[in-house]
């Protein structure tokens, strides 16, 4: 780990990390169904592991969800363990959100025979055929972020790695109280859907703010189903609340269309608080517009980890059912830092030259 990815995501989760002795109800982070989380740290591998592994002419390969900045992160963390290790990397797919298309991937990837199959599943539910099929190919399988709930841990597959949902939780709380300087009406926007990752986010933001910012308030409360709504959600929770001062989005995709809308409305006053980084998030942020933060989470880690429970497992060692990375607050002034810190690269030259 550099010393920058260090710096952000240990010291920014050690300074303002949840009193835990006075908040013992605090929301946590758990797996599909009710499993403890652990830390990332916590997967271990010898130098005589290392040289066993670079021995067995193992292979893996990777079936996502979509391609994008986050995931591109997480690969390249992966791949880069899997060199470490002498695993080669076979196959790598994209199912731009598309559960069928996912479907038929994971059964080319199968023809190939892998030794170790890395996958964000599109839908959990209908992921469960899916993913059934490869264990009994006798495939290792670690899930990013999302575990079917049917698909047994140990069995059917050998963990899931995530970011901490409940740390990011709080971090989101927390910068949107220093976005609003203490005190502030809140528009809330939360995923409705089925899905534990996000729903486990937003939970434990509601839960930080009503617990730990007595000056906060949220007044206005939306589900989003289709993230294409998302700017008629935030066009009538505006114009029914023009009070709002700070909106929660759960990941930045449909915050840009919030940003739209405070555009359109000539909202300049209105801060957005939202998870992981993007290049027009971050432009708006570098220029002083309405992004006030972004969470980002240690993206590149999570696929070194998950590369390197596959490869425990392959040694026939146990991995814990979930395993978490921290996360940190993204503003201007470490805009840079935090970027390369979450996703290991340099942040696009348009937001460098925003910044500069």
């Known amino acids: 780990m550099s010393a920058n990815r260090r710096q952000f995501i240990v010291g920014l989760l050690c300074a303002s990390a949840l009193p835990t002795a006075v908040f013992a109800d605090a929301p946590k982070t758990t797996g599909p169904n009710g499993e403890p989380a652990a830390p990332a740290s916590s997967v271990i591998l010898s130098d005589l592991d ?41 196959a790598e797919t994209n199912a731009s959100f598309d559960a069928a298309r996912q479907t038929g991937d994971v059964e080319t990837v199968l023809a190939l025979a892998p030794s170790i199959l890395i996958s964000l599943p599109v839908d959990s539910e209908s992921g469960t055929a899916t993913y059934g099929k490869v264990a009994k190919a006798g495939t290792r399988l670690v899930f990013i972020d999302n575990a079917p709930a049917e698909l047994a841990q140990g069995t059917d597959y050998v963990t899931t790695v ?26 809330y926007i939360f995923h409705d859907a089925n ?5 486990q986010r937003d939970q434990a933001f509601v839960w930080n703010i009503e617990n730990r910012f007595p000056g906060l308030e949220i007044v206005a409360r939306a589900g989003m189903a289709d993230p294409a709504r998302i700017e008629d959600i935030a066009n009538a929770m505006l114009t029914q609340n023009p009070q709002i001062t700070g909106i929660y989005v759960p990941w930045t995709e ?23 980084l993007n290049e027009p998030a971050a432009l708006d942020m570098a220029k ?30 146990k991995v814990d059912p979930i ?3 921290g996360a940190g607050i993204v503003r201007k002034d470490n805009l840079a830092e935090g970027w390369r810190a979450s996703l290991n690269t340099a942040p696009p030259q348009s937001v460098l030259d925003a910044l500069n």
């Open 195 to 199: 899905f534990q990752v996000t729903n």
């Open 254 to 276: 449909p915050a840009l269309g919030v940003l739209a809308v405070l555009r359109q409305l000539g909202r300049e006053d209105v801060k957005i608080v939202s998870i992981d």
């Open 50 to 90: 290392v040289e066993k592994l670079q021995a067995g002419g193992y292979t893996a390969a990777f079936a996502w969800h979509e391609l994008y900045d986050w995931s591109a992160a997480v690969s390249r963390g992966a791949q880069d363990e899997f060199a470490r290790l002498g695993i080669k990397v076979v």
């Open 288 to 317: 002083g517009g309405s992004v006030a933060a972004l969470v980002a989470d240690d993206a590149y880690a999570i696929g070194v980890t998950a590369a390197r429970a596959a490869a425990a497992s392959l040694l026939d060692r």
């Open 162 to 187: 995530t970011s901490d949902r409940a740390i990011i939780g709080a971090r989101t709380a927390e910068a949107m109280n220093a976005a609003l300087g203490g005190s502030g009406k809140i528009g």
């Open 323 to 325: 395993l978490v990375v």
